[in-house]
């Protein structure tokens, strides 16, 4: 099926037709995967705005979005909240148990339920949901576990790219619009 960032497989598109959940890894998802640390100890990230505009879309839509991430930082909980993200799990080992949390609270089934990562981590729950996506430039073995790799790295529009499949699936593209934030 033809797509905005080119050509997806039938299955994966008529997966995309079924979600109402996308949950997001954040570190090589959102941000490159780099950290960096001031002298202070200061941590900072780039996020990129078009993955911000897909966000803000997807909720004007009406789907649900949550981030699951085994790492705690105050910077990721001030950008998802300026997003509008309000299922935000930090400090997570076991991303399975915010996973169904997140079924029962919504009542969906795994297969509405897209998720997309870039590392082992994000494995477990990627065998779960309906859609399971990785980014370009995620590790080798998770690239060969799931039903779509993006065109974009991580950090760098690969949350837009999976945002704009799925509006574009389910018919929403064009009124679902966000804003650069």
């Not at 202070?40 to 780039?46: D, H, Q």
């Not at 477990?124 to 995620?138: F, I």
């Not at 974009?152 to 799925?166: F, K, P, S, T, Y």
């Amino acid at each position: 099926m033809p797509t905005l960032y080119g050509e997806v497989t039938e299955t994966v598109w008529n997966k995309a037709q079924q979600i109402k959940l996308i949950i997001f890894d954040v570190d090589g998802v959102f941000s490159d995967g780099r950290i960096y640390l001031s002298n202070s100890g200061e941590e900072l990230k780039a996020f990129h705005t078009r993955d911000g505009f897909g966000v803000r879309s997807l909720l004007n839509a009406g789907f649900h979005l949550a981030v699951i991430t085994g790492r705690k930082s105050q910077l990721l909980e001030n950008r998802m909240s300026a997003l509008g993200v309000e299922h935000i799990y930090q400090g997570i080992d076991d991303k399975l148990v915010p996973f169904y949390e997140l079924l029962s609270k919504f009542e969906l089934k795994p297969e509405q339920v897209a998720y997309i990562g870039d590392d082992m981590v994000d494995l477990p729950v990627m065998k779960h949901v309906g859609l399971s996506v990785s980014v370009a430039d995620a590790h080798p073995y998770v690239k060969q576990q799931v039903n779509m790799i993006t065109t974009m790295n991580g950090g760098h529009g690969a949350v837009r790219e999976l945002a704009d499949l799925i509006l574009e699936s389910q018919g929403l593209f064009e009124s679902a619009q966000g804003m650069s934030v």
